[in-house]
């Protein structure tokens, strides 16, 4: 098997295949190795992405590899990204897990994020349809629904505010002693939410639905859903393999790899796209986000081809990182 690329495109999710279809229709030899771990693959479906509204995401994906099918320029397999370097000049060498080597004159980075939650049982069983992480994508479905928000400070504000969007019935569930100041608190009171600091032992079903926050005294809380605070971390230490830059921590995403405005990476030949340097995940997002690192990448091989004037590649300063923080 040829395994020389103009580009790899490390992740066969929204970004990843986005951009593959633009690089195909564009002619580039391009490979996609997809470890089929996007993390909205639980979701009853996808929200908000308009055409495909409510449509489960492994659909979403599966035509996605049809479309390509059609581009005789563009190979997806699945596989594991184990090591990535960078080799003989303007190109990279990326290991897999099956131990086949390829080489890339681009990579784009858009395997996703993996989303750490608290280790509460029942969590689990229900993410992506009653347990979710973002109302913007479950919120219609949970509706005038008697919901919970479990976080604490002032992620607990923020997401009890606003999710007050889209029911009436909400309660702050903090699995413990609370870090609410008095204003945090007044702020929630003022529009109806309450909240229960009680340890929390389960998040229990009724046959296959959330049914209530069991709490550690044998109480239980009757709710059809839950907002959950979650954290974003990298799920592979490929970002760091390359040496890119990663942005300070988030209230939300730990660790998102810094690209600028056309998803260029601190490492010249080096994009990235998707939640793997998003601070708000969304699958519209993505689709956009690879599509338009595909154009770059583009036309980064038209520069070393024909000469096709580019911007210069971005250099990273102190006050960029703050930009991000904020």
């Known amino acids: ?64 590899r049809r479309e390509l099918a059609e581009y005789p320029s563009v190979q997806v397999i699945d596989g594991q990204v184990t090591g990535a370097t960078a080799h003989d000049g303007p190109t990279f060498r990326l290991e897999l897990a099956d131990g086949s080597v390829h ?17 509460i049982p029942g969590l689990d069983e229900h993410w992506g349809r009653s347990v979710f992480h973002c109302p913007f994508c ?94 974003l971390r990298q799920r592979t230490d490929l970002a760091a393999q390359l040496g890119v830059r990663i942005a300070p921590p988030g209230p939300v995403v730990v660790d998102a790899v810094m690209v600028d405005q056309i998803n260029r990476t601190s490492v010249p030949g080096v994009f990235a796209a998707g939640d793997v340097c998003a601070q708000m995940p969304q699958v519209a997002a993505a689709i956009a986000a690879g599509s338009a690192a595909a154009a770059a990448i583009v036309q980064s091989l038209l520069h070393d081809q024909f000469g096709l004037p580019v911007m210069p590649w971005p250099v990273f300063d102190q006050q960029e990182e703050s930009d991000v923080r904020n």
């Open 1 to 64: 098997m040829n395994n020389e690329w103009e580009c790899a495109i490390v992740g066969g999710g929204a970004a990843g295949l986005s951009a593959a279809l633009v690089l195909g229709r564009a002619r580039r030899r391009t490979l996609v190795i997809d470890a089929g771990e996007q993390s909205n693959r639980a979701a009853h479906g996808i929200g908000g992405l308009l055409g495909h509204d409510g449509r489960p995401p492994a659909d979403l994906y599966a035509d996605g």
């Open 103 to 119: 080489h890339a004159q681009r990579i784009l980075l858009a395997g996703g994020m993996h989303y750490e939650t608290t280790d």
């Open 138 to 231: 479950h919120g219609w479905e949970a509706r005038d629904q008697a919901l919970a928000v479990l976080a604490d400070g002032d992620r607990a504000v923020h997401m009890a505010l606003m999710l007050r969007g889209w029911t009436d019935d909400i309660v702050v569930v903090t699995n413990g002693p609370s870090g609410l100041d008095d204003d945090q608190y007044r702020a929630l009171a003022a529009v109806g939410v309450r909240v229960d600091e009680r340890k929390i032992i389960e998040f229990a079903s009724h046959e296959g639905a959330l049914a209530s926050v069991v709490f550690a005294d044998g109480d239980e809380l009757k709710r059809q859903g839950v907002l959950v605070a979650s954290a």
